[in-house]
């Protein structure tokens, strides 16, 4: 569990990171301020995505699940005006979770939609990149 607790935490780490690039020179003045924002950031997404591991547990779902839907929100989802916005990353995490491990059923008006994710899953798996951004 430690080892899932720390991938989950590096996850969290590479997100925050993400978040923090910007184009702008930043100076050595800047370092201390952007390193502990760094570890603010780190360790609120590190929070909300443990409550997240709780909630896939009780569904059965794979603890994995968590890491993976952070690599993803980081590689598709995120830009640094969304640094310090942690609502968008508990909404955003839990919505690509119930994609992947439901917690609810469906009603037959929304199977359109669920056909949608699979043309949208089925072209990214066509148009996969051969390496990691």
Not at 14 to 31: F, G, H, K, P, Y
Not at 50 to 60: D, M, T, V, W
Not at 72 to 96: G, Q
């Amino acid at each position: 569990m430690n080892n899932l607790r720390e991938s989950i935490r590096e996850a969290c780490f590479d997100l925050a990171v993400s978040l923090m690039w910007e184009r702008d020179n930043i100076t050595i003045a800047d370092i201390e301020t952007n390193l502990a924002e760094l570890q603010v950031i780190t360790e609120t997404f590190y929070n909300i995505a443990i409550f997240n591991l709780e909630n896939i547990e009780s569904l059965e779902g794979k603890p994995e699940i968590l890491i993976r839907a952070i690599k993803y929100i980081e590689n598709i989802h995120s830009i640094p005006p969304l640094r310090n916005n942690f609502e968008w990353f508990d909404y955003t995490l839990r919505a690509v979770i119930e994609i992947a491990c439901p917690n609810n059923r469906l009603s037959r008006n929304n199977l359109e939609f669920l056909a949608d994710i699979e043309n949208g899953i089925a072209d990214y798996r066509r148009n996969v990149l051969d390496e990691d951004i």
